[in-house]
């Protein structure tokens, strides 16, 4: 009966019952994309005889690199991936020292989900040369700052809390500060939303960010534009719920991912050590409740401590 059904079925749509074979994984042609910002576009072949292999590391400087027996001109600083279907998934990091395209080309490689939360540095590192990453804020804020530090960049975690009534889930967000040499300022990242935010165009550090963010007097600006949720894998391994409904409409909706900043964005924090400094003075109870690593110092000595060298 069941192969009466799909006969019936595969004779209604055209489809045969012994259908054409696709070609061997061998006829695949290869291919490169470099992603910067909000585009990925492909990569011409060169008309380069000469090439050096693929090195095995992230990090590479520009030139000319062969991938699958053809050679690629490797001359802007940003995120390569080299795909040959069916038979392996490369992925580098042209950089020298432009801090903007690194943060674009980690934010192109981290999606939102899980998976690696609980990987070493070392092991998120080599999964990246083949492969996205797959972390939450805190994990993506701690590995993104150790691979920066890595490359001579002043960078430190940053956290925020709501004062709202606090659910089981969404209470807080972990970030990055990063010490921009020609602003000579901290400029705040979310990493795993992939933004950074500006005022009248200029970039906002944490302590800006949290005071603009009440009013929503703010421009959202990303370094990477792309699919950027796990939904296969992002499940709470306690309870073995899935959390993708919940984020999904944080970041594609732009309404939806103000009024999240909104309800998260109230109490600022800079780590430092083992501590989670903050000046927020009416509430000094309230936040030291959360944690006993919830230290305050008054503004003045807050501003003193992490913004002296603005």
């Given at each position: 009966m069941i192969k009466?059904?799909?006969?019936?079925?595969?004779?209604?749509?055209?489809?045969?019952?012994?259908?054409?074979?696709?070609?061997?994984?061998?006829?695949?042609?290869?291919?490169?994309?470099?992603?910067?910002?909000?585009?990925?576009q492909e990569v011409s072949e060169s008309q380069s005889?000469?090439?050096k292999n693929l090195p095995s590391q992230l990090i590479i400087s520009k030139g000319k690199y062969m991938f699958s027996n053809k050679i690629y001109d490797l001359d802007k600083e940003g995120l390569y991936r080299f795909i040959h279907p069916g038979v392996i998934n490369e992925q580098r990091i042209v950089f020298e020292n432009n801090l903007d395209s690194l943060l674009s080309s980690i934010a192109w490689i981290h999606s939102h989900g899980?998976?690696?939360?609980?990987?070493?540095?070392?092991?998120?590192?080599k999964k990246a040369t083949s492969s996205k990453i797959f972390a939450t804020c805190g994990s993506v804020s701690e590995w993104t700052a150790r691979f920066l530090k890595e490359h001579g960049f002043r960078?430190?975690?940053?956290?925020?809390?709501?004062l709202d009534d606090w659910n089981s889930y969404d209470n807080g967000h972990i970030l990055i500060e990063v010490f921009k040499e020609e602003l000579k300022k901290w400029v705040v990242y979310d990493i795993d939303n992939d933004a950074y935010f500006t005022k009248d165009g200029n970039p906002l550090s944490l302590i800006e960010f949290t005071k603009q963010v009440r009013d929503g007097k703010y421009d959202i600006n990303f370094i990477a534009k792309k699919?950027?949720?796990?939904t296969s894998n992002f499940f709470d391994?306690?309870?073995n719920y899935d959390y993708s409904f919940l984020i999904e409409a944080r970041f594609l909706d732009q309404d939806t991912r103000r009024k999240w900043y909104k309800h998260v964005f109230q109490?600022?924090?800079?780590?430092?050590?083992k501590y989670s400094y903050f000046f927020d003075s009416t509430h000094i109870k309230k936040i030291q409740s959360y944690s006993?690593?919830?230290?305050?110092?008054?503004?003045?000595?807050?501003?003193?401590k992490f913004y002296q060298d603005e």
């Open positions: 009466k059904i799909a006969g019936k079925i595969m004779r209604k749509t055209g489809l045969r019952e012994n259908p054409i074979k696709p070609p061997e994984i061998s006829n695949n042609k290869s291919f490169v994309h470099y992603a910067l910002f909000d585009k990925i005889k000469d090439g899980n998976k690696d939360d609980e990987e070493n540095y070392t092991d998120v590192l960078v430190r975690i940053v956290a925020v809390l709501t699919n950027d949720i796990d391994k306690q309870n109490v600022s924090m800079i780590v430092d050590g006993s690593y919830h230290k305050f110092l008054e503004k003045d000595e807050f501003m003193k």
